[in-house]
């Protein structure tokens, strides 16, 4: 009898030693700070309060996403917990709660941080600690070009420069005698569009009469600037703005009893904030901008599958107006957050993450417009590069899609 337990206690400690040894095919499952068998931790920073309060919508939409995933099984057995912290567009509170989130709550990651001075703040803090700062809300061209020297950091929606290009294709190809004023906010997020209209006008670059900024945080109006422009001749007025600055843009060019033709940058053109201008006094004729998400207010998408599981999902946000396009993107985002930590399966580390996120994806979102496409490469980690010029439609008070999808994969250096 003893000898027998000898013989099983010997076969059992080979059994424990062959697996010690990676006897087995399946590898040990890896997890990371903010990982449980249950839970994955991520943490979020955005504008709930403050002049850019418009955008704090977001945060909500993509945590929308999370729950229906949590409701649908999760992602391999867990459930996403996304704790949103109100930085109100502030760069200080911005570096303060992101400490916050990393070092006292153990987040995972931090999760589409909203505004381009605010995340440019923390980046150097996030890439020394090594932890993902991942599908940054802003298109600052900075947050994807310097992937290489910030390799814990992405972005995700197409860079502002890129953007900037396409409206410099625009202006040439329909308006090539235009005489252009700009208005930009003074800060990076500005000065990456006019950077990109500036080097997509290229030679034409005189085409530029006048170019006017304004510090958001000190924003009462834009009164000086237009009338700037207007005086130096601009009859095409460029708009590069954060949402409240932006419609007080158009409502004031219109009370100056002028009728430019306008460019408005995509983040701040969802129909619900064409509205508010509209409802404060601004007479919307000849506006120009880009889109690369399908926007709920377009009735041809009534059908669609994308829009039909948006529509599920933001029922899940009892905050969200339906209608408004940022809430689709936020869904858009935590689209393709969950299909990076699908992807990542068993191996659930950062370092895991965020090279899937930088270097794999090739996704087809279907809240993006058909022919959108999601992906990364080892050499090129601009998610989403491809967009679509639209006109604003003055009588049914809709965005318009004009054209095919313009690809400017390659092209920002």
């Known amino acids: 009898m003893a000898k027998s337990g000898t013989r099983i206690a010997a076969i059992a400690a080979f059994v424990v030693t062959i697996a010690a040894c990676g006897g087995s ?14 839970e994955i931790l991520l943490g979020n920073t955005n504008a709930l309060s403050g002049a ?6 977001i945060s909500n939409a993509a945590n929308a996403y999370f729950t229906y995933v949590n409701n649908n099984g999760g992602i391999n057995g867990r459930k996403v917990t996304l704790k949103i912290l109100d930085d109100g567009y502030n760069p200080a509170n911005t570096v303060t709660l992101t400490k916050q ?13 909203l505004g381009t001075q605010p995340q440019t703040s923390v980046r150097d803090y996030m890439n020394t600690n090594k932890v993902p700062q991942l599908f940054v809300a802003t298109g600052a061209t900075t947050f994807n070009l310097d992937f290489k020297s910030n390799p814990w950091t992405l972005g995700w929606q197409p860079p502002y ?3 900037s290009r396409i409206y410099a294709k625009d202006i040439l190809a329909n308006h090539p005698s235009a005489k252009i004023g700009v208005l930009y906010q003074s800060d990076d997020y500005g000065q990456d569009y006019l950077k990109g209209l500036t080097d997509g006008l290229g030679s034409n670059a005189s085409m530029i009469v006048d170019k006017q900024s304004f510090d958001l945080a000190t924003f009462k109006d834009v009164t000086a600037q237009l009338v700037s422009m207007k005086s130096k001749g601009a009859d095409t007025v460029f708009v590069f703005a954060t949402p409240k600055p932006a419609i007080t843009a158009l409502v004031t060019i219109t009370k100056l009893g002028w009728a430019p033709t306008i460019y408005l940058n995509s ?3 969802p129909q619900v904030y064409m509205g508010l ?5 601004a007479a919307l004729k000849n506006v120009t901008s880009v889109g690369y998400i399908k926007d709920p207010t377009d009735p041809q998408w009534d059908n669609d599958g994308g829009m039909k599981l948006y529509k599920t999902v933001i029922a899940n946000c009892s905050t969200c107006n339906v209608l408004d396009g940022f809430n689709i993107y ?7 957050m969950v299909d990076v930590l699908k992807q990542a399966g068993t191996n659930m580390t950062r370092a895991n993450v965020m090279s899937i996120a930088a270097n794999s994806l090739n996704e087809n979102n279907p809240f993006l417009l058909p022919g959108v496409s999601v992906k990364t490469t080892s050499s090129d980690h601009f998610p989403i590069m491809q967009e679509q010029v639209i006109t604003w439609g003055a009588t049914d008070k809709l965005w318009h899609l004009q054209g095919s999808l313009i690809d400017e994969r390659g092209t920002v250096k």
């Open 25 to 38: 095919n399946t590898p040990a499952p890896q997890t990371d700070v903010g990982i449980t068998s249950t």
């Open 277 to 281: 201008a509209a409802k404060a006094g």
């Open 101 to 113: 989130l990393v070092e006292q709550d153990k987040v995972f990651a931090i999760f589409g941080g």
């Open 330 to 336: 936020g869904v858009a985002v935590a689209y393709t």
């Open 267 to 269: 983040v701040s053109n």
């Open 161 to 163: 420069q890129g953007e």
């Open 52 to 57: 850019a309060a418009a955008y704090g919508t």
